[in-house]
């Protein structure tokens, strides 16, 4: 990295944690309880590096042979690492030991692909269910008719803990589209802490990203996970 570039990952650092601070203040929640997760795809382990010396405390991963690569590199030695991308069931095995949080299970049978591995090395492993709120026919996630039973499946299994939900609402042209989205989810969120399920603990609801999360933490968000703001435009090789 020149030193420019780290000049101008450190400042979109700094700004990003300052707007997450501001809409939590604005919220009239305390900027303790949100949790930024920068999400770290294709920035080389240099970078992500860099980022935590900067202050990044939890990096996000959506593939799973891309954060393999960067974990060899010891890109993020301390930082907790969460996976939060479309995840099979056969890469499950690569994940289980490096990453302390799975925010992305979209099935029951993708939960028990996590639980055997679990249980293989010994780990009770931290997951939050993935709702495809938008109900859209191209994303991964549980929808909500489905979501009671996937928790008392799922929760029922000790080599897991649930701790939350996780959203990505459809790409919307207006932020203010979302914010039906937003609000059904922290509802949900809710009814489900409410409900207080055994072996569940609803602590996170992660929403929001670049363009939204603003709008996700004035709705009740309290984990984001933003790419852009802190990392730049992404620039995907063409095929
Ligand atoms: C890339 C990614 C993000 C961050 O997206 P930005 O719009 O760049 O902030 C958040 N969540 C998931 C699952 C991602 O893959």
Same mark, same amino acid.
Do not use: W
């Given at each position: 990295?020149?030193?420019?570039?780290?000049?101008?990952?450190? +400042?979109? @650092?700094?700004?990003?944690? %300052?707007?997450?601070?501001? &809409? $939590?203040?604005?919220?009239? *929640?305390?900027?303790?309880?949100?949790?930024?997760?920068?999400?770290?795809?294709?920035?080389?382990?240099?970078?992500?590096?860099?980022?935590?010396?900067?202050?990044?405390?939890?990096?996000?991963?959506?593939?799973?042979?891309?954060?393999?690569?960067?974990?060899?590199?010891?890109?993020?030695?301390?930082?907790?690492?969460?996976?939060?991308?479309?995840?099979?069931?056969?890469?499950?095995?690569?994940?289980?030991?490096?990453?302390?949080?799975?925010?992305?299970? +979209?099935? @029951?049978?993708?939960?028990? %692909?996590?639980?055997?591995? &679990? $249980?293989?090395?010994?780990? *009770?492993?931290?997951?939050?269910?993935?709702?495809?709120?938008?109900?859209?026919?191209?994303?991964?996630?549980?929808?909500?008719?489905?979501?009671?039973?996937?928790?008392?499946?799922?929760?029922?299994?000790?080599?897991?803990?649930?701790?939350?939900?996780?959203?990505?609402?459809?790409?919307?042209?207006?932020?203010?589209?979302?914010?039906?989205?937003?609000?059904?989810?922290?509802?949900?969120?809710?009814?489900?802490?409410?409900?207080?399920?055994?072996?569940?603990?609803?602590?996170?609801?992660?929403?929001?990203?670049?363009?939204?999360?603003?709008?996700?933490?004035?709705?009740?968000?309290?984990?984001?996970?933003?790419?852009?703001?802190?990392?730049?435009?992404?620039?995907?090789?063409?095929?």
């Amino acid at each position: 990295m020149t030193e420019l570039e780290r000049e101008m990952l450190k +400042s979109r @650092i700094d700004a990003v944690r %300052a707007q997450v601070e501001q &809409a $939590a203040v604005k919220a009239g *929640r305390n900027p303790a309880e949100i949790t930024l997760v920068a999400a770290t795809k294709m920035n080389d382990a240099e970078r992500v590096r860099f980022a935590i010396e900067c202050g990044i405390r939890v990096c996000g991963e959506n593939r799973v042979q891309e954060l393999q690569e960067k974990y060899e590199q010891n890109a993020y030695r301390d930082t907790d690492l969460h996976f939060i991308g479309t995840l099979q069931t056969n890469k499950v095995k690569f994940l289980i030991g490096k990453v302390s949080l799975i925010q992305s299970v +979209s099935s @029951i049978r993708l939960g028990q %692909a996590i639980a055997k591995e &679990a $249980a293989k090395q010994g780990i *009770r492993q931290d997951i939050l269910l993935e709702v495809n709120i938008g109900r859209e026919a191209a994303k991964s996630g549980i929808l909500l008719e489905d979501l009671p039973d996937t928790l008392e499946i799922l929760a029922q299994n000790p080599a897991l803990h649930i701790r939350g939900l996780m959203a990505i609402p459809p790409i919307a042209d207006q932020t203010t589209k979302n914010l039906r989205y937003f609000d059904e989810m922290h509802q949900v969120f809710v009814d489900i802490l409410t409900k207080k399920y055994d072996n569940v603990n609803m602590d996170y609801l992660s929403m929001g990203m670049t363009n939204d999360f603003e709008a996700a933490i004035a709705c009740g968000s309290n984990m984001v996970r933003i790419g852009t703001a802190i990392f730049g435009a992404r620039h995907y090789p063409a095929v």
